[in-house]
């Protein structure tokens, strides 16, 4: 039997090879740029609270996270999935694109709770678990309505002025 020590070590050393042989220079750079840029202010809580299914009572695949971009004629390659909602957010201007947004994600919300509806029905011993995945994840979409009420719309050309010659 092998010692845990030595798979941890594996995996260690495994993860140095990958970051080392496989992720291109150019890759490195390219995600260096994305963690720089700026995003919403709402972002880092809707990416604390949304991904986190002991927050939101669901949980949000990466594949999800694509639909939902895809769903609003936004293009997303597949990274990690607090990386993905960054991206998703970061060009967010207008109350229209969150209510879209959103409006996705409540959609794969709720097949989730469709779910839980239909396994607390065949085992009502464990519907309380699932009860309680529901109210989490009720909340989760009043944070949404939250976050798009706060929102305050702006114009990136209003930050340029005229310039007169």
Do not use: W
């Not at 202010?41 to 971009?69: C, M, N, Q, T, W």
């Not at 957010?89 to 509806?117: P, S, V, W």
Request: glycine share 2%; proline share 4%; hydrophobic share 35%.
């Amino acid at each position: 039997m092998k010692d845990f020590n030595d798979i941890d070590d594996l995996k260690a050393e495994f993860d140095k090879f990958v970051r080392e042989s496989c992720i291109s220079e150019e890759q490195k750079q390219r995600d260096e740029e994305e963690d720089s840029e700026e995003a919403p202010a709402f972002v880092d809580e809707l990416s604390e609270k949304l991904l986190a299914p002991a927050h939101s009572g669901v949980y949000l695949s990466r594949l999800d996270i694509k639909r939902v971009a895809e769903a609003i004629d936004e293009s997303l390659p597949i990274k990690e999935r607090k990386r993905m909602i960054k991206a998703l957010m970061r060009h967010t201007t207008t109350k229209d694109f969150l209510r879209d947004a959103f409006g996705e994600f409540n959609k794969h919300i709720n097949g989730r709770l469709a779910i839980y509806q239909e396994l607390g029905e065949a085992f009502p011993s464990s519907k309380y678990v699932f009860d309680d995945f529901e109210m989490k994840a009720e909340k989760t979409k009043k944070m949404f309505d939250r976050i798009i009420e706060d929102f305050e719309e702006f114009n990136p050309a209003d930050d340029l002025e005229p310039v007169l010659f």
